[in-house]
């Protein structure tokens, strides 16, 4: 059985701009989703598995202070609120900071893509396997495991790359990573590469790389010897897709979860409609309400 990985890496170094004009003074993992950080659902399936320590990777634009900030003790709020008898909000900023986790900071000082971005972790990470996360991609699964309990699921008995994937039409895999080679059993697809953003005509499955993955540590060796993509940067898929040339193994999982896109302002904007009516019965009276007054 493969050890379950405890360190994260969180590449939180782009301008946001697709989320502007809130991310001109605010980094968008502090937008939010239902009420909650987008960030925070990062952190918390850390937790759920046991992650030890979260790797930030930040830019000189993207606020590393905020998140120094938003992840650090602060009693005197926490006096404040207990003083005043709010313990509901005392409890929400308690389970901010999960217990015994470590936040570390690497800086990438030139955005070169996002494979180039892990690689800056490297030292932090040292010998150990990791996970990546992109945090504008929020799973949530109301009645079961998170996405990374059920990737680890299949990380103890596969080993080698494993990592959360979606199906889509054949016309929309031109935008995602492609498994290539995928043979199918039951939720887990098991693959023979990948590549990136394939054109229509060469489509290989309708199997998506989406993310989150648990990377065995082999990979930060791999990542040096990337070269730039078609999209001009260094991508973590063309690693993955080296590392399975080399005798890898890849394994995709069609995990059982909701993916809510926070990676634009429309689509935050519906991700947190689709969210907050799914979880909160008094809202889903009022839209119905509202929806049926403005229909009349």
């Not at 320590?53 to 900030?69: A, G, M, P, R």
Request: aromatic share 8%; charged share 25%.
């Amino acid at each position: 059985m493969n050890k379950k990985p405890e360190v994260c890496i969180l590449p939180v170094a782009g301008l946001s701009t697709r989320n502007l004009p809130a991310t001109k003074a605010l980094h968008k993992g502090f937008l939010t989703l239902h009420s909650i950080p987008i960030i925070q659902y990062s952190v918390n399936a850390c937790a759920e598995i046991g992650i030890k320590e979260i790797v930030f990777i930040y830019s000189s634009q993207s606020s590393k202070e905020l998140f120094e900030t938003y992840f650090s003790p602060y009693p005197w709020l926490e006096e404040h609120l207990a003083s005043h008898n709010k313990l509901d909000l005392l409890q929400k900023v308690k389970d901010i900071i999960p217990e015994g986790m470590k936040f570390s900071f690497a800086e990438q000082k030139e955005p070169k893509g996002n494979g180039h971005a892990i690689l800056m972790a490297k030292d932090i990470v040292g010998d150990r396997d990791f996970v990546v996360m992109w945090p504008d991609d929020v799973y949530v699964n109301l009645h079961g495991d998170g996405i990374l309990k059920q990737l680890v699921d299949v990380y103890e008995t596969e080993g080698g790359m494993v990592e959360n994937i979606m199906e889509f039409p054949r016309e929309e895999m031109v935008r995602y990573g492609a498994l290539v080679g995928a043979v199918r059993d039951g939720r887990v697809v098991r693959a023979k590469g990948l590549v990136e953003k394939p054109t229509l005509e060469n489509v290989p499955s309708n199997y998506a790389s989406m993310g989150p993955y648990i990377l065995p540590n082999e990979i930060m060796k791999i990542l040096p010897e990337v070269r730039k993509g078609a999209n001009g940067e260094i991508n973590l898929t063309d690693a993955m897709e080296l590392a399975a040339q080399r005798g890898m193994k890849l394994t995709g999982v069609l995990c059982d979860v909701l993916r809510f896109d926070c990676g634009t302002s429309r689509e935050l904007e519906r991700s947190n409609l689709k969210l907050s009516l799914m979880q909160d019965p008094d809202l889903r009276a009022y839209a119905s309400e509202l929806l049926h007054t403005m229909l009349v």
